[in-house]
């Protein structure tokens, strides 16, 4: 094996070590926040509607259809969007779940005060508390990790995998809740899994 293979062996290795520390972190980062959000989607009367942009907003997607597939009304509204007319997808008892690390998106802070104005829940997804995300939220979940995967410190990499997986146990949890069945997900997936 050439020099060149096994740096890249290492390097490999080292995200997925870095990546693995940052999940490792993730079960401490839950609290009262996590089960008011849970609380909050199980009470809710319309959908749930995941937001985020650029990365985040892959996740989002990702979020939005596990919830969807489980039992949970849930679709995917991309932020810039929604500041040209796709806010109209959002009406009163819905549940907002706001995407982003930094929790300074300026295309989600743009629309949170619109939001505001109807009569819904705002959980905010974030790796800073103190964030103006976290703080114009009802609900904080905390996806917060030391470092990124990429040599960088730039490219989301762990905070996306926190994310995906903080999605996941929001999902799996509000299935368990609901006692959402085999039979059920059948009918959500008609082409089969």
Do not use: W, Y
């Amino acid at each position: 094996m050439s020099h060149h293979a096994k740096d890249l062996l290492a390097l490999a290795k080292a995200v997925i070590d870095t990546e693995i520390a940052a999940l490792t972190a993730l079960p401490s980062r839950l609290d009262d926040d996590f089960l008011h959000a849970c609380e909050a989607i199980l009470a809710c009367q319309g959908r749930v509607i995941v937001t985020g942009m650029g990365k985040s907003g892959h996740i989002g997607n990702k979020i939005a259809a596990t919830l969807a597939s489980t039992g949970t009304p849930a679709f995917f509204l991309h932020p810039g969007e929604a500041s040209h007319g796709d806010l109209g997808m959002i009406v009163n008892g819905d549940v907002i779940i706001a995407l982003s690390n930094s929790g300074t998106s300026a295309e989600i802070l743009a629309i949170l005060p619109v939001i505001r104005r109807l009569d819904v829940c705002i959980i905010a997804m974030t790796g800073n508390p103190q964030s103006p995300m976290a703080e114009a939220a009802d609900f904080h979940i905390n996806i917060a990790v030391d470092k990124e995967a990429c040599p960088l410190g730039l490219a989301p990499t762990s905070s996306t995998t926190a994310t995906l997986v903080m999605g996941d146990a929001l999902a799996v949890a509000l299935l368990e809740a609901r006692g959402f069945t085999a039979n059920d997900f059948a009918r959500s997936h008609p082409a089969g899994v």
